[in-house]
């Protein structure tokens, strides 16, 4: 069974940045398609930023767009968060998809591994 374990969240300031990874046991990540996903108390999940599974496309939400990095090694996933904001307060998520998932799709139903999670407090 595969698992996935998220690090790095913890407190940050307006305007700030951490780097969250997601380690995984069993698999080779770089074969896979991989995402982050954030969820918000009482709000849905979104799907913050995914790769395919060569690695050649990414997707990113419109509001991370030019401040979140995706990136992947073959153990671990990476979310690279920069200017952080109050609202994107949230616990974040890796997941694991296909290896036929080329395209980049942040669609949550194509994620069949999910992991615990990990927060990120954003507040002065």
């Known amino acids: 069974q595969l698992q996935l374990e998220e690090s790095g969240g913890g407190l940050v300031q307006p305007g700030g940045s951490v780097r969250l990874s997601c380690a995984a046991s069993?698999?080779?990540?770089?074969?896979?398609?991989v995402g982050w996903f954030r969820q918000a108390p009482g709000k849905e999940r979104e799907g913050v930023s995914c790769?395919?599974?060569?690695?050649?496309s990414t997707h990113y939400a419109d509001s991370v767009t030019g401040r979140f990095t995706i990136s992947r090694d073959n153990e671990k996933v990476y979310l690279e968060m920069n200017s952080l904001k109050p609202e994107e307060r949230a616990g974040y998520s890796c997941?694991?998809?296909?290896?036929?998932?080329?395209?980049?799709?942040?669609?949550?139903?194509?994620?069949?591994?999910w992991g615990q999670g990990t927060q990120v407090p954003v507040s002065s």
């Open positions: 790769m395919g599974s060569t690695g050649a």
């Open positions: 997941a694991v998809g296909s290896s036929w998932i080329v395209q980049a799709t942040c669609t949550h139903q194509e994620y069949a591994y």
């Open positions: 069993g698999i080779a990540l770089d074969a896979y398609a």
